[in-house]
């Protein structure tokens, strides 16, 4: 069973940069892996995705320009490099992937911008 383990939240400054990583454990097929955030009683938000494969990215507008997702298929990591900061970009911010029709999710970290 493929397990995702998510690291490297914390809290910063509005305008700093943060980068969290996802590390796949266990048998991974690989088609896509992304990223979601969610803030308590907030309905669970698309940040970013990414083909495995083919390397093919996805960003939802409020990110693009400032969040950059890339992949290390030999170590089967992901991650999602954090610029400029926003308060609003507060969340815990979970890693996701379907593995052959099930939906994988990791247990999250935590993101605070604040000044």
């Known amino acids: 069973q493929v397990q995702l383990n998510e690291s490297g939240g914390g809290q910063v400054q509005p305008g700093e940069s943060l980068r969290l990583s996802c590390a796949a454990s266990g048998t991974f097929s690989g088609v896509t892996m992304g990223w979601f955030r969610q803030v308590p009683g907030q309905e669970r938000e698309f940040v970013a995705a990414?083909?495995?494969?083919?390397?093919?990215?996805y960003y939802a507008d409020s990110v693009k320009g400032r969040f950059t997702i890339s992949k290390d298929n030999a170590e089967n990591t992901m991650y999602l490099q954090m610029n400029g900061l926003k308060p609003e970009d507060t969340a815990t911010y979970l890693c996701h992937t379907n593995e052959r029709g099930v939906e994988i999710w990791g247990r999250g970290t935590l993101v605070t911008v604040s000044s």
């Open positions: 990414i083909g495995w494969n083919t390397g093919l990215t």
